[in-house]
């Protein structure tokens, strides 16, 4: 019968070589010894070790590579009829050719499951320049339900490759040692449409880089990736403990984690990040819902670099670093009842205190301002929300310059789906900014160009059955202002509520409602507009009257009106009524008996919009 795989682990340090040679082989393993090897750290083992390999296989039996060092000069593959490989020592890549020095298990569509294979160590005898991705230290094929001991391994543009080829690797348990002194430290690849990469378990591993290797260039501690056409939806990776010293110095850059997949929920735990660039990871494509939680690292400003080529966002950095209750959510901005909130802007047009009303129809507008309106037609309260057109929105403006990722949630009456993300940039002169990549990103939908209204809008509706009613967007570098919101877009929806939140580490201003943006528009938001003048009453005899026209952009027939006149006297009464749109016509009567002839002083004019009923 085969030996227990525990049997198979017992090592006793009294025994010499070839004593344990013999345990070995005693329990039905196949060692290199037995085809000639010597593993001695200057003959080339390749020969033997491969046929100890292909016994291995053929006889459904563990392969075992003793204490030793065992040099090769090319690649060696344990098929996947082994049981396993229990490696004590260790092989050494001799060559000099790019190639992939330990193959376990078959390619194609063969599934390897149930496999064991620990204590693996594999070193290159000179270290890789890194030029040609085909050096490889070890590559896991198509592994199901198996164990994965990694100890080592040393110096070659990949040190580890798990490989999906014509099926998958998945539901399989990693335990890394040290990866030291490679390019891309654990590459988690998929050759075939056919084939995929998903749910791995992964303890530990020291991800390290010595001083001077190939300083100059880029590295990476672990990669998500696929060849052209092939599966890329890579998801439930979880890492726990990962220690990255990968040496950032100069121009390089050291990363912990590439995703150039558009898969989800890889999450690391308790990272430790020393001598890497501020960034956990770089994600190049449609990569979501993954979590990067940093143990230790020598900044605060950790966060994910998306490249001009990503088309999502909705991934967290969380850095425990020194500040741990800081990292939750920040709330920036919300209307918890827009109907509540509502007014009339106008006779026609109703606006929402706290938001901006968004249109986007055809527009020549330029400067943001211009894109901000306080009330617009189409706006129709309800008994418990505002019904927005398809062409309307309600958002917020924000300062992006430093700030960059926000989340919004909404809700619509009963809890219905409906309404779209709307996001329109702008540079720091506040000009708007057109069709830019990469200037916009959300979570879950793709972000589609809007011409005719100089902005973007979510790819899809937001409802619970997609899972992208919440949604994360991320504006960026170059955007200096965006304006956020929901939209009708495919039709009327009565929306109740929106709020809006960013990350802990800032508090960016959200500027409805500022001058700013009163531009030709008079604001954003506000029930409340206000103006001041210097005014010189002439003499007033008793029971005359003086009249002033006074300027309160955002006025409108309808709104109410007060005056105030900075004045010792109490025998001026004053009238405020709005004449014109934009116009408050103040009335000052002399209600005493005596003539007063007051010197210059400050009128002061507020003007607040009604409720709506």
Partial sequence: MPARIDDLLVLNTNLNKSDFAKYLRDREA???????GLGDGVADDRTAIQAAFDRAGADQKFAMIPPGTWNVSGTVTLPGGARGLIMQGTIRYTGTA???????????????????????????????????????????????????????????????????????????????????????????????????????????????????????????????????????????????????????????????????????AIIARNMRMEACSPLAARHTAGAQDCEYDIAWTNTYLVGIDYTATANRCGNAVINRHRAPASRFQRFLAGVPNTR????????????????????????????????????????????????????????????????????????????????????????GAGNVREDTAGDVLASITTM???????????????????????????????????????????GPIDLQSLRLYGLPEAAPAVLNGTPLLTGALFGSGRREFAAEVSW????????ATALIDVTVN?????????????????????????????TVRVMARNISGATFDLAAATLSVGVVKRRVP
């Fill in 30 to 36: 196949v060692l290199p010894n037995d085809f000639g």
């Fill in 340 to 427: 509540a909130a509502a007014f009339r802007q106008s006779a026609t047009e109703v606006g929402v205190e706290g938001l901006i009303t968004i249109a986007t129809s055809t527009t020549t507008a330029i400067f943001m301002a211009d894109f901000c309106f306080n009330g617009l037609t189409d706006l129709t309260p309800t008994d418990r929300a505002v019904t927005l057109a398809a062409n309307r929105g309600l958002g917020w403006m924000l300062d992006t310059s430093q700030a960059k990722e926000f989340a919004l949630a909404h809700w619509l009456t009963s809890g219905a789906s409906g309404g779209r993300l709307f996001v329109r940039v702008f540079d």
């Fill in 554 to 582: 955002g006025a409108r027939a309808g709104d109410l009106a007060q005056a105030s006149l900075v004045s010792s006297t109490r025998f001026i009464e004053l009238d405020a009524a709005v004449w014109s749109n934009n």
């Fill in 98 to 264: 790019p190639t992939s020095v330990l193959v376990l298990g078959d390619g194609g569509t063969i599934r390897n499951a149930e496999k064991l294979y620990t204590g693996l160590n594999v070193i290159r005898q000179t270290i890789s320049d890194w030029s040609s991705e085909a050096d490889i230290g070890i590559t896991v094929r198509n592994v199901d339900a198996s164990q994965i001991e990694l100890r080592r391994v040393e110096g070659f543009t990949i040190g580890m490759r798990t490989l999906g080829d014509g099926r998958g690797v998945e539901d399989s348990t990693f335990t890394l040692g040290r990866i030291v002194n490679n390019r891309i430290g654990l590459d988690i690849w998929c050759a075939t449409a056919t084939a995929w990469n998903t749910s791995i378990r992964y303890y530990g591993g020291h991800f390290a880089q010595a001083t001077g290797v190939n300083a100059s260039q880029d590295r990476f501690g672990v990669r998500f990736g696929n060849e052209a056409g092939a599966y890329s939806n890579h998801n439930r990776h979880v890492f726990d403990a990962p220690n990255f010293e990968l040496r950032q110095a100069g121009s390089n850059i050291a990363i912990p984690f590439l995703n150039q997949t558009s898969g989800s």
């Fill in 536 to 543: 010189d009453l002439p003499s007033l005899a008793p029971g």
């Fill in 448 to 490: 589609q160009w809007n011409g005719p209204a100089k902005g973007w809008n979510a790819g899809a509706p937001m409802d619970d059955a997609n899972f992208n009613r919440r949604q994360t967007i991320r504006v960026g570098p170059f955007v200096a202002y965006a304006q956020v919101g929901v939209i009708g877009f495919d």
